[in-house]
C-alpha cells in the first residue's frame, strides 16, 4: 500500500499533505455517504477535485483509497478509564455505537465486510481494528488471556458491529451493559 505522495521541499510538503487530506476525506465520504463499490478513483478524483492521475500515481488500488479513508477518521475518541472494569467497557462501547452513528461507521464497517475476499485488505481491516480495539482489549487484558481474551474482545465489540452490519440497528444501553456483564461473568478473576 502506498503512503501517498512525498517529497522533500518545504513548499511541496504543504502541497502534498493538503493532497492528501482532500483525497482522504473525499475517499471516506464517497465510503460514508456511498458504498465500497462507488470508492473508485474516477468517483473520488471527481469529489476530492484531483485527476485521476494523481489518484493513480499515489494511491494506485482502492485498497489504497480505503486505507486513506480510513486514515483520515484517525484516532476514534475512547473512554477515559475509570479502574472499574464494567464501567470502563460500557463506556467505550457507548463511544463506539456514538462514533457508528455520527461518523457513519456502519458503512465502514459494512465496506471492511465487503472486502473481505480482497486479500489486500487484510492488514487494513487489522490495523483499524486494533487501533478501533486497542482499550477494550487493554481492558479486557486484566481478566482474559490467551484465547479467552480474543474471543472477549471479540463479543465486546461485535455487541456494537454485529447488529450494525446484520440489521442496520444500534444496541441501547440496556443491551451493552447486559453484553457486557455476560462477558465478565465468565471472565479468569
Known sequence: M??????????????????????????????????????????????????KTTLYTHWPSKVDLVAIALDTIGDLPHHDRTGDLRTDLIGELVLFRTAVRDMRLDRVLLAMAQSASVEQMARVREDFNRRGQRLVRDSLAEAFSGARLEAAVSMISGVVACPTIMFGELPDDDVIAAAVDIVLAASDQ
Open 2 to 51: 502506498s503512503p501517498g505522495p512525498r517529497h522533500t521541499d518545504a513548499g511541496e510538503d504543504a502541497r502534498v499533505a493538503r493532497t492528501r487530506a482532500d483525497v482522504g476525506r473525499a475517499a471516506l465520504e464517497v465510503l460514508t455517504q456511498e458504498d465500497w463499490d462507488a470508492v473508485t478513483h474516477a468517483r473520488v478524483a471527481e469529489k476530492a477535485g484531483y485527476s
